[in-house]
């Protein structure tokens, strides 16, 4: 069964404080559904339109709990917390086997 991925770029983040409080509450909520973070921050080399900002990768068992993960009250709790304190590019991918 593929593996799931949660992929974020984040374009601009004006209020690193929104941020910290969404990583702790979002942490817990991943990890309840088998999230692994593979990817926080660290160097970007950016080509075509890409944006040369903070990258996060988050894999799963599968596709589904990748999905359950965004879904979940714990999790939603956690968007709530981040609102306008970002602007980035989210999406939910399946893996290749």
């Given at each position: 069964m593929?593996?799931?991925y949660w992929v974020s770029s984040y374009r601009t983040i004006s209020d690193?404080?929104?941020l910290a409080a969404y990583n702790e509450l979002a942490r817990p909520a991943v990890q309840a559904f088998g999230g692994r973070t593979l990817i926080r921050g660290g160097?970007?080399?950016a080509h075509d339109a890409g944006i040369a900002e903070r990258t996060v990768l988050v894999e799963f068992d599968n596709f589904e709990q990748a999905v359950a993960a965004h879904e979940s009250a714990a999790y939603q709790e956690a968007?709530?917390?981040l609102a306008d304190g970002v602007e980035r590019d989210f999406r939910i991918v399946e893996g290749i086997d």
């Open positions: 593929p593996k799931g690193p404080q929104k160097r970007v080399v968007l709530v917390a």
